[in-house]
């Protein structure tokens, strides 16, 4: 079975600022994981997603991920927010079996201040 | 890139009635369909998991009465809610898969927002 936590369900920095949101699975099969962010009343858009490739993972809008498999991690990060990244993301795994779940985190809200 | 349709974005009905979301995939034949569902400020729950030609497999707490779900072709998948009430007011959300078991290749469409009043 497959989990997912993210860890701050909001998060707020400023303008420029690192942007660093959390995720931490639980998973019992080697997991793919994925990155998603949505913006209000809308479907959910791909930022990066870890395949068993290159544990470091470089996404659109300037993201990025590390696949830590010793700390059972995958958190997302950007080097410089930007007003239009504040939105609500979402953290989500899925096994390499084949029921193809995908299965989200809580998600955690971006808030970025002037 | 993979596009997926869904439509309606918005649908307004009043409570006992039935309401039908579809959900196609534009350009790519989409073996598996996930049908999610997002309550304001919450994640995306899992509803079912629709396999072209086949029964949707629901995940537990579903009302496979309440919720029909059919995938009669590799580009469409339709949810009907049927005998709808207050509660099922949500939004509602579709996602299709093209590289099915590997795990990547999903897809989400725009959502549909449900009100039951």
């Known amino acids: 079975a497959q989990s997912v936590t993210q860890l701050g369900s909001h998060v707020s920095v400023s303008e420029g600022a690192l942007v660093l949101l959390r995720c931490n699975y639980s998973s019992s099969v080697p997991p793919y994981l994925f990155w998603y962010v949505q913006y209000p009343n809308q479907g959910l858009q791909l930022l990066l997603k870890?395949?068993?490739?290159?544990?470091l993972v470089k996404g659109i809008n300037g993201f990025e991920a590390e696949f830590k498999k010793s700390e059972t991690s995958f958190h997302l990060t950007k080097p410089s927010a930007h007003m239009s990244d504040a939105a609500e993301y979402f953290c989500?795994?899925?096994?390499?079996?084949?029921?193809?779940?995908?299965?989200f985190g809580q998600g955690t809200t971006l808030q970025v201040k002037p | 890139g993979a596009v997926v349709s869904q439509h309606p974005s918005w649908v307004i009905c009043k409570s006992g009635t039935s309401v039908k979301i579809e959900c196609r995939s534009l350009?790519?034949?989409?073996?598996?369909m996930f049908w999610y569902r997002q309550f304001p400020k919450q994640s995306l729950m899992l509803m079912a998991t629709?396999?072209?030609?086949?029964?949707?497999?629901?995940e537990q707490g579903v009302e496979k009465d309440k919720f029909l779900i059919n995938h009669a072709s590799l580009t469409l998948s339709t949810l009907t809610v049927t005998s709808a009430h207050p509660e099922d007011s949500s939004f509602y959300i579709c996602?299709?898969?093209?590289?099915?078991?590997?795990?990547?290749?999903?897809?989400f469409g725009s959502g549909t927002r449900l009100t039951v009043v």
């Open positions: 989500a795994v899925s096994g390499s079996g084949n029921t193809g779940k995908l299965i």
């Open positions: 350009d790519f034949q989409a073996t598996t």
């Open positions: 870890y395949t068993s490739a290159a544990t």
């Open positions: 629709s396999n072209e030609g086949s029964k949707a497999t629901y």
């Open positions: 996602s299709a898969v093209s590289d099915f078991p590997r795990g990547y290749g999903y897809t």
